[in-house]
């Protein structure tokens, strides 16, 4: 079992950066892929971006790519999502994942755990 915990949600403007943590425990978070999705009120959960085990390789949806970006410390057993160039569309609530596939996995079904999520708010 991996647990993972998600944290840095808020409200901010558009135009505003924001950073998400998320903090794994359980088995040995460096042999797990990563990635971030994220769910809108009334829409399915999307990709965002993910990164590979050893954090050399990403890979971000067309619509954050050059605006966020997905890092990890395996010392830390955390991931992070750097949102920059925020808009009122990125709001919804963040969720971090961790999968065995690997970092080219776009699919909720591909990854095994889940976070509980944090809500992210972008006023126009």
């Known amino acids: 079992q991996v647990q993972l915990a998600e944290s840095g949600g808020g409200l901010v403007q558009a135009g505003d950066p924001l950073r998400l943590s998320c903090a794994a425990s359980?088995?040995?978070?460096?042999?797990?892929?990563m990635a971030w999705f994220r769910q809108a009120p009334g829409k399915e959960r999307e990709f965002v971006v993910a990164i590979s085990r050893s954090g050399g390789s990403t890979d971000a949806s067309d619509s954050v790519k050059g605006r966020f970006t997905i890092s990890r410390d395996n010392a830390k057993n955390t991931v992070y999502l750097q949102m920059n160039s925020l808009k009122p569309e990125d709001t919804a609530v963040y969720y971090c994942?961790?999968?065995?596939?690997?970092?080219?996995?776009?699919?909720?079904?591909?990854?095994?755990?889940w976070g509980q999520g944090t809500q992210v708010t972008v006023s126009s």
């Open positions: 359980g088995r040995t978070f460096s042999n797990y892929a």
């Open positions: 994942a961790a999968s065995s596939y690997g970092y080219t996995a776009r699919r909720v079904l591909q990854y095994e755990y």
